[in-house]
């Protein structure tokens, strides 16, 4: 049982061009993508440590700059950060999230963004702790009844279930599991549907009559008919929660002003459930699984919930004596950023170091691999929690962004960090997690950083 990764894959590094960039080794026609489709995670990893602060990716006919030296990424997401826009490689998503806020750019985006902003705000965030117990109470409930009956419990789709449960009763104040059943399957579907098209090599366009294509539309028309509902049912219901959901309804619903757009109040909702809850479930699966792979350290987990908590659920005011579970959230988020690759195109041209930049080049931040480049990390494959003790922070700023950089950095980072204090903790309350033995559990790099498959775990009582 092990994370089935190539430790002994170098790239081999062509000789310096004229552009002083080291490269990876490629073929013609087709680059660096034999390669790449080989072991992509291991391929950009081993890439950045062997390669310098910056090299050139070829895919096929698409170049792309890979920049790995933390100056070079300050550069371009603070520094001149206006030069950049996200790339064409988003657009798979664009049927889904339309001109939400992680596609739009420009003042679209900024006055998204502050309205948006608007829904993490202040007292809200304290509500926002009791709710996400509420939420996972059920959960443990079931987990207690499955561990009586010693059956095994999938993690990866229970915090899938859980986070975007949350991030609808927190944010829109709906539960999915009753009104809106359809929410989740949809959203399943969609995004692997999506996946496929990352790295395929040819996919059938959209508008072609596939059984595929069939499933996709109906998957999107669900989730359409998901935020008419509810919008609906907020109307009906008299009531405005300080919440998400009124925000928008505020600023694009009502029908006699000059700002009533149903379709960007549509695309901003989607593009919040997708953004807030995906990634969080990601990185959640992941630590379940590293902390059944480390005893000692989910021991010492156990032990700071159990002192801090005496059987009680968090509150809010307990989440910052909640210290160690932070640092193993932290180092899982490095070695499994669910972001795993930001990706940019250049609107004008620049300079990063000694490489000149070209108006339309386009620039791949990969947390994956400088979150493990060795020049930047002690032990970087090791899971060692203890790097992100206060008293042992070294790394350089611009070496670790989990929840992305400069302006565009994550909004619901700290709605994210609650979340998983309070999952872990009720979890840990409860349970202890054994892997099922037999499982080859690795990280596939798709729109997250996600597992292969389920991660089965045993159940007993903690
Ligand atoms: C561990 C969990 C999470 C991680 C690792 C994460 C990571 C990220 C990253 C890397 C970005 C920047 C993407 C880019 O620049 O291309 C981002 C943006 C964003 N995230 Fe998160 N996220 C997490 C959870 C959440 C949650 C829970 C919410 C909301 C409830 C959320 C809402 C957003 C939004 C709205 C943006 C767009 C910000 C903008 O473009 O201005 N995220 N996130």
């Not at 049982?1 to 002994?8: D, G, R, V």
């Not at 009104?179 to 692997?192: G, Q, S």
């Amino acid at each position: 049982m092990a994370i089935a990764l190539n430790q002994n894959f170098t790239p081999t590094v062509e000789s310096q061009e004229n552009d002083g960039l080291r490269k990876p080794k490629a073929v013609p026609i087709l680059g660096s993508l034999p390669f790449i489709r080989k072991d992509p995670l291991n391929f950009f990893a081993s890439t950045a440590a062997a390669c310098g602060g910056a090299t050139e990716l070829s895919f096929g006919f698409e170049k792309v700059l890979m920049l790995t030296d933390p100056a070079y990424i300050r550069h371009v997401s603070v520094e001149n950060a206006k030069n950049y826009r996200k790339s064409k490689f988003y657009g798979p998503l664009k049927p889904l999230l339309g001109e939400g806020i992680l596609l739009a750019e420009g003042d679209e985006w900024l006055s998204q963004r502050q309205t948006a902003g608007k829904a993490f705000q202040g007292p809200e965030l304290k509500r926002f702790v009791t709710t996400m117990g509420d939420a996972a109470a059920p959960m443990i409930a079931r987990w207690h009844r499955k561990a009586a009956r010693g059956e095994p419990v999938d993690v990866t789709s229970e915090m899938f279930r859980l986070t975007l449960d949350i991030v609808l009763r927190c944010l829109f104040s709906v539960e999915v599991n009753e009104r809106y059943p359809d929410v989740y399957d949809a959203l399943t579907e969609i995004l692997r549907d999506t996946e496929k098209r990352i790295w395929a090599i040819a996919s059938p366009p959209r508008w072609m009559p596939t059984p595929g294509n069939a499933r996709y539309n109906a998957a999107l028309r669900t989730l359409d008919r998901f935020v008419l509902d509810i919008v609906e049912d907020r109307r009906a219901s008299g009531q405005r929660p300080n919440d998400f959901l009124q925000i928008l309804i505020d600023a694009y619903g009502d029908e006699s002003s000059d700002k009533f757009n149903p379709r960007l109040l549509r695309d901003q909702a989607l593009s919040m459930v997708l953004a807030g809850h995906d990634t969080t479930a990601n990185v959640l699966s992941w630590v379940l699984f590293e902390l059944s792979k480390n005893p000692v350290i989910a021991r010492q987990l156990k032990d700071e919930v159990d002192t801090v908590l005496e059987g009680r659920r968090p509150a809010f005011e307990d989440l910052s004596k909640l210290p160690f579970i932070k640092m193993v959230f932290d180092e899982t988020a490095r070695l499994y950023p669910p972001a795993w690759t930001l990706s940019r195109t250049a609107v004008g041209d620049d300079q990063v170091g000694n490489h000149q930049i070209k108006s339309g080049d386009n620039i791949m931040l990969c947390a994956y691999a400088v979150h493990r480049k060795p020049s930047l990390w002690r032990n970087p494959e090791g899971f060692d929690p203890y790097r992100f003790a206060e008293a042992n922070k070294s790394h350089q700023q611009y070496a670790y962004f989990p929840f992305g950089l400069g302006a565009r950095t994550c909004l619901g980072a700290r709605f994210a960090l609650m979340e998983s204090i309070v999952i872990i903790a009720m979890i840990f309350q409860s349970f202890r997690l054994e892997l099922v033995p037999g499982q080859v559990i690795r990280p596939e790099p798709m729109l997250t950083l996600r597992p292969n498959g389920p991660i089965n775990m045993a159940l007993s009582g903690a």
